[in-house]
Structures are given as structure tokens and as C-alpha cells.
């Protein structure tokens, strides 16, 4: 990164606010993701690639990393960047505006890190380094108090990429969600079920 990059950087986090505003109730979630994924559709059907109104090319970088470190593919479903994650953090930004500032510092805060201790962004860092910097800030009651501001960003950002995710078709999948479907007859819940939790035929006194 260059000086001016780095003084951009400095007050992109001398201005964020609280990681609590990257926080959103499940009916935003959703929305969000149904506009993401319109607009992702639209640029496939003209032969395009899906791009960012919110995030530069750089962030935009960031985050298809960041998300994929949170929820990576694995042999059961795709990773978060597969879902459409990005595209759906993107479309947050656009449609709450006053969201912004948390998000632009978050990622700022992140590349900050990377040049303080390898002198290279975040995108650019190895993915040991990478695992480094994120494993400081990943566990709250473990973190040194100069990474509060880490632990706060990326505890929101994770959310943040769990609620994409999981309303998501590949999420939908991996939780193996039917949906509204019709019962013809209502016979309770399984005994296995009822055993497990304790209430029912078998369970332990």
C-alpha cells in the first residue's frame, strides 16, 4: 500500500463506528439476499460478472477472502463465496446506508493488522499469516485488548456471513430445510427425537 493509502486507512478507522451496526434482523437478511441474488441472476443472464456498488475492488477482495475463512466449502455444500455471500453483503451496504462506516473500517482495521505485521494487505498475505491475524481476533475471551476492535468487527462480520449463507439455496441445503410442506397426518415428534432431549419413551428420569 502506498503512504496515501495508509493515511485513507488511518481514517477509515479514526471515523467507525461500533461493530454493532453491522448487525441486522433475519427479515433484512433476507431481503438482502432476494435482491443479491436478482441482481447476481441479471449479470449472468448478460454474460457478465457480478459487479460491486458498495465495496471497491480492493474490499471486494477482502471480503470473498474473509467470508471463505468463516464458512470454507467442504464436502457437504459450497463455501460462502459459492453462496453468493459477497454479493449479499454488498447489497446490504447499498440498501442501509448507515451501516457503511462499521464495514469500510472493519476491513481497514484488518489491513492495518496485516501491514503492521508483515507490512502487506490483508489479500496480499499468505494463508498462514492470514490465519494468524484472524486466529487473535477470532476468540473473544482469549483476545489481547488491543485486538477489542478486531474481535468486535469481525464477531459482527461473521454473523454477518452466517446469516448470508444460511438464507442462501446452498444454505438452505446444508441445514437440510424443507420448507412449508403438506402433512397428511401429524403423528408427533420421533421417539429418537423426544429420547434425545430427554422427554420421551426411554429417556433417563
Known amino acids: 500500500m502506498s503512504a496515501i493509502d495508509r493515511r485513507d486507512l488511518l481514517k477509515l478507522l479514526a471515523s467507525a463506528p461500533a461493530a454493532a451496526a453491522l448487525t441486522w434482523t433475519d427479515a433484512d437478511a433476507l431481503r438482502a439476499f432476494e435482491g443479491a441474488a436478482a441482481a447476481g441472476q441479471a449479470a449472468q443472464r448478460a ?3 457480478y459487479q460491486p456498488k458498495f465495496f471497491n475492488a480492493h474490499q471486494w477482495a477482502t471480503v470473498g477472502l474473509l467470508v471463505d475463512y468463516v464458512i470454507p466449502r467442504d464436502e457437504k455444500s459450497g463455501s460462502a463465496t459459492d453462496a453468493g455471500v459477497p454479493e449479499f453483503m454488498d447489497f446490504m451496504m447499498i440498501d442501509q446506508p448507515a451501516r457503511q462506516s462499521a464495514m469500510r473500517g472493519g476491513l481497514a482495521w484488518i489491513d492495518r493488522e496485516c501491514l503492521k505485521r508483515y507490512d ?3 489479500v496480499a498475505a499468505t494463508d498462514a499469516e492470514r490465519r494468524a491475524v484472524l486466529d487473535d481476533i477470532s476468540w473473544p475471551r482469549r483476545a489481547r485488548p488491543e485486538m477489542a476492535a478486531g474481535v468486535a468487527f469481525f464477531n459482527s462480520f461473521r454473523d454477518l456471513t452466517a446469516s448470508g449463507f444460511f438464507t442462501s439455496k446452498i444454505g438452505m441445503a ?15 415428534c420421533p421417539d429418537e427425537w423426544l429420547k434425545k432431549l430427554g422427554v420421551g419413551p426411554g429417556a433417563a428420569d
Open 120 to 122: 502487506k494487505s490483508f
Open 174 to 188: 446444508d441445514l437440510e430445510y424443507q420448507g412449508n410442506t403438506f402433512v397428511a397426518e401429524w403423528k408427533g
Open 47 to 49: 454474460g457478465t460478472r
